[in-house]
């Protein structure tokens, strides 16, 4: 971690000598004092830049430190030679130690109070240092923020390991896909997808493009991105707009592929991260259910927006109704499956999450249309089945599996008005049937 940090502050003192050398030649007059100040002024501003530097210094070095013990603890004691080595923290250590070293150094050149000598190369100079370290300071914060998610971790060791592999080997991927694909020049998750282009792009050319992969997916360097499929010359021609040959760099610039996935076209990473924060607060050493009641009830609310609504169907035409551009999509049971499937796997024992499992799943089967009942019928059985599995006594089974109203899942004791009719009978889980029938 030391070598750049060192080499900034040797630069920075012989920067600081140079330019104290200068404004000594020119007898200070080389800057006028209408920039820098007078010399209490350009004393009263160092000061406070160099506090702010030892600040700024002490702030790198603990969020580091941090850094590393996160990492530790959380994903593998094995990385942290790899934080250690990352450039951006030793170059934001390396300038505010150059600067603070800079400030010092012109301050010490400072003579007089109303009247003296300023300095003032040396001035402009702490202050295009002091501007850059702000400016540093906010890209480190960033840098440091994204460095600490599981996936900043895991590009850093993966894109480290890749370049090793390119400086060894050369860099040709391997490619697969056939004579008709256009592969993926770099890893990375599909994060955007400009349609209209892309079907722009297949019209041009007469093709039919098929993206391979699905909006979120990670696709490797050399895998393929786009299937092309020939089209219909007579539309091409139709149209007056004679078709060319398909490049791979007209498509793959449509199509944008991060180190992460995000929610701009996504819908399945908004269902991924409430799962994911469900499955976490059942397992060890947490065991916190409520959470993933909580998380469950967003799932809900989700599935229950396009249980009724039509979802994509993957194709998309030109303006002359030709198919151009088609896709793999999410289905109505992805949905279903991803929302439920983990969680019913790992809170199978825990009654507050199978309760409001049973009226979410209710819920649904009330309001999907009869073609998309099937996978909520086949949560209704696995539920069934998981519960029956984790408790023996029958009781306990329907207690279960009785649909979660408002107050049960917490453990309140409730007592609803019959006139209602929101509370279903607590002594047949309402949509499950009894394994016996």
């Given amino acids: 971690m030391w070598p750049l940090p060192i080499g900034c502050l040797i630069a920075g003192a012989l920067l600081a000598v140079a330019t104290l050398a200068v404004d000594r030649a020119t007898d200070y007059g080389l800057v006028p004092q209408s920039l820098t100040g007078t010399p209490s002024d350009a004393q009263t501003i160092l000061s406070s830049f160099a506090t702010t530097l030892v600040s700024l210094t002490t702030l790198v070095l603990t969020v580091t430190l941090v850094a590393v013990q996160l990492a530790m603890g959380q994903f593998s004691p094995r990385i942290v030679g790899a934080l250690l080595a990352d450039r951006w923290s030793q170059l934001a250590i390396g300038l505010f130690g150059a600067s603070f070293l800079v400030v010092v150094l012109t301050l010490r050149e400072i003579r007089g109070s109303t009247t003296g000598t300023v300095p003032g190369l040396s001035m402009l100079l702490s202050y295009v240092l002091m501007l850059a370290s702000l400016v540093v300071l906010v890209l480190f914060v960033h840098h440091a923020g994204q460095g600490l998610r599981a996936a900043g971790l895991i590009d850093l060791v993966g894109d480290r390991s890749r370049e090793f592999i390119v400086r060894e080997h050369g860099e040709t991927p391997v490619l697969t896909g056939g004579p008709d694909a256009i592969v993926a020049a770099e890893p990375g998750n599909v994060v955007r997808v400009d349609r209209p282009a892309l079907v722009a792009a297949a019209r041009q050319s007469d093709c039919v493009l098929e993206l391979v992969p699905v909006v979120g997916d990670f696709v490797v360097g050399g895998a393929p991105l786009f299937r092309v499929h020939p089209g219909t010359r007579s539309t091409a021609s139709a149209a007056g707009d004679p078709a060319g040959p398909l490049r791979a760099s007209d498509v793959t610039r449509h199509l944008l592929l991060g180190s992460e996935r995000v929610h701009t076209e996504d819908l399945a990473y908004g269902f991924r991260k409430l799962v994911d924060i469900a499955v976490r607060s059942i397992a060890q050493p947490f065991n916190d ?149």
Avoid: N
């Fill in 289 to 437: 259910p409520t959470t993933a009641v909580q998380a469950l009830h967003r799932l809900h609310d989700l599935l229950r927006q396009v249980a009724a609504r039509p979802l994509p169907c993957g194709e998309h035409r030109d303006e002359d109704g030709v198919v151009r551009l088609v896709e793999r999509t999410v289905s109505w049971d992805g949905y279903v499956r991803l929302a439920f499937d983990e969680i019913r796997m790992a809170g199978a024992s825990e009654p507050q999450v199978t309760r409001k499992m049973c009226a979410a799943l209710a819920d649904l089967k009330s309001v999907a249309p009869p073609d998309r009942q099937g996978p909520l019928d086949r949560q209704v059985r696995l539920l069934d089945a998981a519960v029956r599995r984790c408790h023996e006594d029958e009781e306990d089974v329907v207690a279960a599996l009785t649909p979660d109203t408002e107050g049960i899942g917490s453990g309140a004791d409730v007592t609803a008005a019959p006139d209602l009719g929101r509370v279903p009978d607590l002594g047949e889980p309402t949509g499950y049937r009894p394994a016996h029938e």
